[in-house]
């Protein structure tokens, strides 16, 4: 068996309040759609502030204090965000009092749901949840009720949340990825080898997926 036969793997590492994972994963659909890879996905928890209080933050107050953005920068960075959204066929509401969450739950609860063949799915409710609906995910109810959404076991899904049964080795991946010198999301890692970080651009993901196919043939 050749190379070329087997599925591109594709690791993703991300987090579910970062607005740019939802972009480049959806600018890595498009371009998996237009060349025919064959792939197979398998998504890796990474948390941008695993520091955060339960409760969250205001976006505006965490950007600003994270990284110095000031109001204006925010507005054109949610703008720009909302726009490149709509042309992926995603919807971002980013209102006056969106806030970011810590987390870790969301990740442990996407590590049971791969157990089941459903972490892509869930993942992609989640941010449906968070960034299009402004549902909290720090609300372990909210994190089940959207578990059952699509179509698992609510209760299973709380007891899950409830038991922290996963949390030692969500804590194992999420070291194992920030060893291998991932500090920021959206990582994608290529067939185990070729690492490209940020969202790319449909064009840029098309030709990196052409490449890799000529280099496996």
């Given at each position: 068996?050749?190379?070329?036969?087997?599925?591109?793997?594709?690791?993703?590492?991300?987090?579910?309040?970062?607005?740019?994972?939802?972009?480049?994963?959806?600018?890595?659909?498009?371009?998996?759609?237009?060349?025919?890879?064959?792939?197979?996905?398998?998504?890796?928890?990474?948390?941008?502030?695993?520091?955060?209080?339960?409760?969250?933050?205001?976006?505006?107050?965490?950007?600003?204090?994270?990284?110095?953005?000031?109001?204006?920068?925010?507005?054109?960075?949610?703008?720009?965000?909302?726009?490149?959204?709509?042309?992926?066929?995603?919807?971002?509401?980013?209102?006056?009092?969106?806030?970011?969450?810590?987390?870790?739950?969301?990740?442990?609860?996407?590590?049971?749901?791969?157990?089941?063949?459903?972490?892509?799915?869930?993942?992609?409710?989640?941010?449906?949840?968070?960034?299009?609906?402004?549902?909290?995910?720090?609300?372990?109810?909210?994190?089940?009720?959207?578990?059952?959404?699509?179509?698992?076991?609510?209760?299973?899904?709380?007891?899950?949340l409830d038991d922290q049964r996963f949390a030692a080795e969500?804590?194992?991946?999420?070291?194992?990825?920030?060893?291998?010198?991932?500090?920021?999301?959206?990582?994608?890692v290529f067939d185990r080898q070729h690492l490209v970080t940020g969202a790319?651009?449909?064009?840029?993901?098309?030709?990196?997926?052409?490449?890799?196919?000529?280099?496996?043939?």
């Open positions: 068996m050749t190379i070329q036969n087997t599925p591109l793997r594709i690791d993703i590492v991300s987090d579910v309040m970062c607005p740019w994972c939802v972009i480049g994963y959806r600018q890595l659909a498009i371009a998996l759609e237009a060349t025919g890879v064959d792939h197979e996905i398998h998504w890796h928890p990474f948390e941008l502030n695993p520091n955060m209080p339960t409760a969250g933050q205001d976006m505006r107050e965490h950007l600003i204090e994270k990284y110095g953005t000031t109001p204006e920068q925010s507005d054109a960075n949610r703008a720009n965000m909302t726009a490149r959204g709509e042309e992926l066929g995603f919807t971002f509401r980013f209102e006056d009092d969106f806030r970011m969450h810590n987390t870790f739950n969301t990740h442990q609860l996407l590590h049971w749901a791969n157990g089941q063949g459903r972490k892509h799915d869930l993942k992609q409710a989640l941010f449906t949840a968070h960034f299009t609906n402004g549902r909290d995910l720090s609300d372990d109810a909210i994190l089940a009720e959207i578990a059952k959404e699509i179509g698992l076991d609510r209760a299973e899904a709380t007891a899950v969500v804590r194992e991946e999420q070291k194992f990825w920030t060893q291998q010198g991932i500090s920021g999301v959206p990582a994608v790319q651009g449909v064009d840029n993901y098309q030709s990196m997926l052409n490449q890799l196919q000529e280099m496996r043939a």
